[in-house]
């Protein structure tokens, strides 16, 4: 079945613990992307992948990373987490190299942090 | 003023009905258009993109783009119960591989 893995679906932590929201896809696409959703605000893209080793900042980067060292992952890294990153984070993917708005997404990860 | 407009809502409509929702974007170098259907607690799926002017249709779902007044909308028809979400519009600019900028979402509830 094709799809967008993110781990964890559920976390709290605490101000400045470092964490990893995991990311995988198994289509083979080149185009990844995560993005935080909250109320009012709609989805903001943090930073998006064109392929392996390429990766360019969204709207939002502050506070957070992102390696790309294999095409299926994309994992989304807050080094210091502080409740402002409190939100619910999508990774996506998309098979197309233009008009890569044609997106799937992951099931959501929700993050809070206290 | 945001990038991509859409009104919050509730559009409440009856089953069976037109539904139609709107949005506008700021910047005129904006080539592609997508939009998505997002159920409560759930992620956002594509339903229609369209990158031409005019109309695209897809079963009871049609796409309507004017780049000239930078509005783009979704009409339903013959709604159903079932398309009760919210509809997220999303722009993407200059080449399709730049940042897609979305809207906030309007929520739609379609009633018995």
């Known amino acids: 079945e094709a799809q967008v893995t993110q781990n964890p679906r559920y976390l709290i932590t605490v101000t400045g613990k470092k964490l990893t929201v995991t990311c995988s896809q198994n289509?083979?696409?080149?185009?990844m992307s995560w993005y935080r959703q909250d109320p009012g605000l709609g989805l903001r893209q943090i930073y998006y992948?064109?392929?392996?080793?390429?990766?360019d900042k969204g709207d939002v980067p502050e506070g957070y990373k992102v390696s790309r060292k294999e095409k299926r992952n994309f994992p989304l890294i807050l080094e210091s987490p502080s409740p402002n990153q409190t939100s619910l984070y999508f990774c996506?993917?998309?098979?197309?190299?233009?008009?890569?708005?044609?997106?799937?997404f992951g099931e959501g990860s929700r993050l809070t942090v206290l | 003023q945001k990038e991509v407009e859409q009104n919050s809502g509730p559009l409440s409509v009856p089953e069976g009905a037109i539904a139609s929702l709107n949005c506008t974007y700021s910047?005129?170098?904006?080539?592609?258009f997508f939009w998505y259907r997002q159920y409560s607690g759930k992620s956002p799926e594509l339903i229609m993109f369209?990158?031409?002017?005019g109309d695209k249709e897809d079963g009871r779902f049609t796409a309507q783009l004017n780049k000239a007044s930078q509005y783009v909308s979704l009409l339903i028809r013959d709604s159903q119960p079932s398309d009760s979400a919210t509809y997220l519009c999303a722009v993407q600019s200059k080449g399709g591989y730049n940042k897609l900028i979305f809207g906030a979402g309007t929520r739609l509830a379609v009633h018995p």
């Open positions: 289509m083979n696409h080149e185009y």
């Open positions: 910047d005129r170098g904006s080539q592609s």
């Open positions: 992948s064109m392929n392996v080793e390429v990766t």
């Open positions: 369209i990158y031409s002017n």
């Open positions: 996506a993917s998309s098979s197309r190299q233009i008009n890569t708005g044609e997106l799937f």
